[in-house]
């Protein structure tokens, strides 16, 4: 029972380094996700996958590139990383539709990243 | 605009009594969905409970219940006879009507259960 799976689970850059953080599911879930959490904040949407082939901007999207890879894999690229991205990044998956409001998110473990 | 409130950063409560932690939400939408998430000091995110707008009963979840009053936008979560694994963070979260895609969360309330 895997669930969502997402690699690594600490990273340190330093500014301008680029990374991707890797996430997998395997619960058949059409929709995936990327949050970023911090203190005080809760949990912000940075990217959305509402079904494989397609990715939409969230709440906070500036400094981050996505790819859905294929239905299970949805990946989260730095390209250029800055001290304000340090934060702890969730993925998640879950079975939204436009109109379906019971599918709660299933996270992964979470990346804490550090950017010095 | 949407948002989810959580006045409380930190909750005491003692072992095996009852805690209701607070949750207000903000949408013009007929219908949502409202949702509670534990994270330990692990750091995993755990999926509580569930609540439509359009449920007429309060969900409840084993030791876990939501108390929704539509009218005062209000979805607190009561936890009864707390245990010390229940110590951890919580987060009410929001699915706006015709956002499936955007879960909106509040800021989290720390909960401390103590023996």
């Known amino acids: 029972n895997a669930g969502v799976t997402q690699t690594p689970k600490f990273q340190v850059l330093k500014t301008g380094q680029s990374m991707t953080l890797q996430c997998a599911q395997d619960m058949n879930h059409n929709s995936m996700y990327w949050y970023r959490q911090d203190p005080g904040m809760g949990l912000r949407l940075i990217y959305y996958?509402?079904?494989?082939?397609?990715?939409d901007k969230g709440e906070v999207p500036n400094g981050y590139n996505v790819s859905r890879l294929n239905k299970r894999e949805f990946s989260l690229r730095l390209e250029s990383a800055a001290p304000s991205q340090t934060s702890v990044y969730f993925c998640?998956?879950?079975?939204?539709?436009?109109?379906?409001?019971?599918?709660?998110?299933?996270f992964g473990n979470g990346t804490r990243l550090t950017v010095t | 605009a949407q948002k989810i409130t959580q006045t409380q950063p930190g909750m005491f409560v003692q072992e095996k009594e009852a805690v209701t932690l607070d949750c207000t939400y903000d949408t013009s939408d007929q219908s949502y969905g409202l949702f509670w998430y534990k994270q330990p000091s692990s750091g995993e995110m755990i999926f509580l409970i569930y609540q439509g707008s359009y449920d007429e009963q309060n969900a409840t979840e084993g030791r876990y219940s939501l108390n929704f009053q539509k009218a005062r936008k209000s979805a607190n979560l009561v936890i009864s006879a707390s245990q010390l694994g229940d110590s951890a963070m919580y987060f009410c979260a929001m699915i706006p009507g015709g956002g499936g895609f955007k879960t909106i969360f509040g800021a989290g309330t720390r909960l401390f259960v103590k023996a």
């Open positions: 996958s509402a079904s494989e082939g397609t990715t």
């Open positions: 998640a998956s879950s079975d939204h539709g436009t109109f379906l409001y019971n599918s709660p998110l299933h």
